[in-house]
């Protein structure tokens, strides 16, 4: 079907204010340049029209509401509910992790192959893969009503031993299931590919952690699932710690405990985090603190896949009820 401006307007109407309806429209076919597609652009796929709203932002390490401008917020002017239209937009970038080096690279494909994968599994983002005319594979992700796992916890305003002992056993049960999920992923020859705390959000409907953003694939010369399985070991370490903790805070707070660490005691990957948090906080349970050594600069090896880590975090839980 071929839409006109005023067939937009009037799909429109149905699910926004009077005010709110466009006068003028462009109406987009292909996505290729994602530039250009703009606030009440509309953007139809395989028959399906979508009135832009905004671009998609996001806030990481310090820097705040970067936009994305290849990632859309929509509304599916077929049934008035949002939507996030993920274009195609390609990025390489080098990771070397305790010595290996991954090639990371966007890959809409795969995106698109794991969100048929997951379905409606409670722990994942849901959408469905669809193509505009010029064949570019276009993800339409279903809005998660939430906030993010790390700012929750960032907002938590309670010190770190009433957190640990109060806050933290459920949280870690929350931890547990999110790692299932990417041994799920593993075990049907996928990865996630960018695994971080920010990736992460909260349903606010069901409680459920669910995991964001699979777009991102690498190459790998050593272990396919590497990079995921350090992903998972920062996300961990900044649960236990209730935050990242790291020496130039340390430092600058004059902390009794800074003269305990040593190089070995920090993340393979961030050098200026603690992993031996067990320094800082006593009652960390010694089971927990030896899975998080696994991710530290002293480890001697290195988790292989998920059901590895799995088994030690599950042997943590008792350890984590005799500590209370």
């Not at 966007?106 to 994942?124: Q, T, Y």
């Not at 799920?184 to 995991?211: C, N």
């Not at 988790?303 to 009820?321: F, G, H, M, R, W």
């Amino acid at each position: 079907m071929k839409f006109t401006q005023k067939d937009i307007r009037e799909l429109a109407a149905r699910w926004l204010p009077s005010d709110r309806v466009p006068h003028h429209i462009r109406i987009h076919t292909d996505t290729s340049d994602f530039f250009r597609i703009e606030y009440d652009d509309a953007v139809i796929l395989r028959g399906h029209p979508y009135l832009i709203r905004h671009n998609a932002k996001e806030g990481r390490f310090g820097v705040d509401e970067e936009v994305k401008f290849w990632v859309k917020r929509a509304v599916d002017l077929g049934d008035g509910s949002y939507k996030i239209l993920k274009l195609v937009f390609y990025e390489k970038f080098k990771v070397t992790v305790g010595g290996i080096e991954f090639q990371c690279f966007r890959s809409p494909r795969k995106e698109a192959r794991i969100l048929e994968l997951v379905g409606d599994h409670k722990n994942f983002m849901h959408g469905l893969s669809t193509e505009d005319e010029k064949l570019n594979i276009v993800r339409v992700i279903e809005m998660i009503k939430g906030k993010r796992m790390d700012s929750l916890i960032a907002e938590t305003e309670v010190d770190h031993e009433t957190y640990f002992h109060n806050l933290f056993p459920r949280i870690f049960q929350k931890y547990i299931e999110c790692v299932e999920a990417i041994r799920f992923l593993h075990d049907h020859g996928e990865k996630h590919g960018d695994i971080r705390r920010d990736h992460i959000l909260v349903d606010a409907d069901t409680g459920s952690y669910r995991w964001i953003d699979f777009d991102f694939n690498y190459r790998h010369r050593e272990n396919i699932y590497g990079y995921d399985i350090f992903g998972l070991g920062n996300i961990l370490a900044f649960l236990v710690g209730k935050g990242d903790v790291l020496l130039h805070d340390l430092k600058k707070a004059g902390a009794s405990c800074l003269e305990n660490f040593q190089g070995e005691d920090m993340n393979i990957i961030f050098n200026n985090r603690v992993m031996n948090l067990r320094k800082m906080y006593p009652y960390i349970p010694k089971a927990l603190n030896d899975v998080l050594m696994h991710f530290s600069v002293g480890s001697k090896w290195f988790y292989e896949d998920t059901s590895q880590l799995l088994n030690d975090l599950a042997a943590v839980i008792p350890s984590a009820k005799k500590s209370r």
